[in-house]
Structures are given as structure tokens and as C-alpha cells.
């Protein structure tokens, strides 16, 4: 059996899960999340507590069982406390300001780069305008913006400037040595 697999979920007070068939919504205090998962995985419901079993050993089953667990387990945590992931900005002169449910980003381009949020996602800069918060319900959401708004400009490998997960380490490389002092040709 999967480790992952095998262990139930807690529902929590004021959260109602409904599964019809291999369909399954969750509604929380936060909002509601609706996923399909695979035909095979049974899902039970019983005394608060959500289980996923599998019905054979088999190679594909086993893949799915852990994953249909903890797809299940971040819905629940969504709807009951939600996700966020931070991003910084470093470099001299950039920076991110809120204009209105966007973020407009000045990190070194001729341009500034306009974010308008995916829906259910919620974006916040702190006031030194060099943090973002990105939070929402899905998991899965929360992490794609999180790494489309990264994507506009990744830290650079030499000073390290740009857009990174907070508490992100960047190996920076060393730059070019430069001429060693009197090691020129024809001395």
C-alpha cells in the first residue's frame, strides 16, 4: 500500500464534501473547489474522515492512489486555510506597485510589465513595493502564477537581479578575472 495512500483526511467543522461518482467538490469557508479523478480510485466519505482506495496493485493504480490522496488533502487545506507563495524582487530601481486587482512591474525593461490576476487568485505587494503575495484556494493555481510572474525576468546568475521565491538561494557565478596585475604579453 502507498504511505500517502493509506492515510485518511480529517474534514474539518464547516467544510461538505460531495462525491458523486469520480467527481468530488469541496466547500469551505474560503470558496469551493470541483476535481475529476480517476475512475478507478475509490473515494468514501465516513465520521468526517475521506479515504481513497485502490482496487488492484497493478503499476497504474498505484501511481494514482498517493496522487488522488494528496489532491484531495490540498483541497480541503484550501477551502479551509488557502495557499500563498511569496516573491521578491531584487535590484536597484525595481519594483511592483498594486493598480487596483494587477501588479505592474519596472524591473529593468524599457517597458513595464502589466499582471492581471487568473481568477480565485488574489495579488498583494508589500509597502517597499520589492514583495509580492500571490494567495488563492488552488494549489495549483497559486503555483503557476506564482511562476509565470518569476518567468518575466528569472534572477540572473551573475548579480543575482530579477524575480525570486522568497527565501530562494541563487548560486551566483563569478564574473571575468580581468587582466592579473603585470601579467601582460611582451613584459
Known amino acids: 500500500m502507498s504511505r500517502i495512500g493509506r492515510m485518511p ?12 461518482q469520480n467527481t468530488v467538490s469541496v466547500k469551505g469557508p474560503k470558496g469551493e473547489l470541483k476535481r475529476t479523478f480517476n475512475q478507478d480510485m475509490k473515494l468514501t466519505l465516513e465520521d468526517g474522515r475521506l479515504e ?3 482496487p488492484s496493485d497493478n503499476k497504474e493504480h498505484r501511481a494514482v492512489h498517493g496522487l488522488t490522496r494528496s489532491l484531495l488533502a490540498s483541497m ?13 524582487i531584487v535590484g536597484v530601481g ?15 525593461f524599457t517597458h513595464t510589465v502589466n499582471i492581471k490576476p487568473r481568477p480565485g487568485i488574489t495579488l498583494d505587494v508589500d509597502a517597499k513595493n520589492v514583495n509580492i ?6 494549489k495549483e493555481v497559486v503555483g503557476q502564477m506564482a511562476a ?7 534572477p540572473d546568475a551573475y548579480k543575482g537581479k ?13 564574473g ?6 603585470g601579467g601582460g604579453k611582451g613584459k
Open 52 to 54: 481513497v482506495a485502490r
Open 148 to 154: 509565470e510572474i518569476r518567468r518575466i525576468r528569472p
Open 9 to 20: 483526511i480529517t474534514v474539518p467543522s464547516g467544510v461538505t464534501v460531495n462525491i458523486n
Open 94 to 108: 525595481f519594483r511592483a506597485d498594486k493598480d487596483g486587482d494587477n501588479i505592474i512591474l519596472r524591473v529593468g
Open 162 to 174: 530579477g524575480v525570486r521565491y522568497a527565501g530562494e538561494v541563487v548560486k551566483l557565478k563569478p
Open 76 to 88: 480541503v487545506e484550501g477551502v479551509t486555510k488557502g495557499f500563498e507563495k511569496s516573491l521578491e
Open 176 to 181: 571575468k578575472a580581468g587582466k592579473a596585475v
Open 133 to 138: 503575495k500571490v494567495s488563492g484556494i488552488d
